[in-house]
């Protein structure tokens, strides 16, 4: 079993930036690939970002490319999703994923999820 918990969401302007976390439980954390996916209001649940458990990929929607950046510390069992440029459509939860050994977009191929942290951006 993994654990996930996700912190830094918040409100913030359009044009600003959020930082956020997610830190894993157990001692496994290098062999999954770790993903960021975001829910709005009547939306289906989208993926964001990823980072490869081999520490070689990164992978990013079209619509966060170029905004976001994902990056994880294995030694911390920990992966960030740093959000510049934000803008009101960014509004959604956010949520943390682990997929073990794994390189999905879709949420059906990931195994854990965190509980979600909001970010709201307002115009």
């Known amino acids: 079993q993994v654990q996930l918990v996700e912190s830094g969401g918040g409100l913030v302007q359009a044009g600003g930036s959020l930082r956020l976390s997610c830190t894993a439980s157990?001692?496994?954390?290098?062999?999954?690939?770790m993903g960021w996916f975001r829910q709005a209001p009547g939306k289906e649940r989208e993926f964001v970002a990823a980072?490869?458990?081999?520490?070689?990929?990164?992978y990013y929607a079209d619509s966060v490319k170029g905004r976001f950046t994902i990056s994880r510390k294995n030694a911390e069992n920990t992966v960030y999703l740093q959000m510049n440029s934000l803008k009101p459509e960014d509004t959604a939860v956010y949520y943390c994923?682990?997929?073990?050994?794994?390189?999905?977009?879709?949420?059906?191929?990931?195994?854990?999820w965190g509980q979600g942290t909001q970010v709201t951006v307002s115009s």
């Open positions: 994923a682990a997929d073990r050994y794994g390189s999905g977009r879709k949420p059906g191929e990931y195994d854990y």
């Open positions: 157990g001692r496994t954390f290098s062999r999954y690939t």
């Open positions: 980072f490869s458990w081999s520490g070689s990929s990164t």
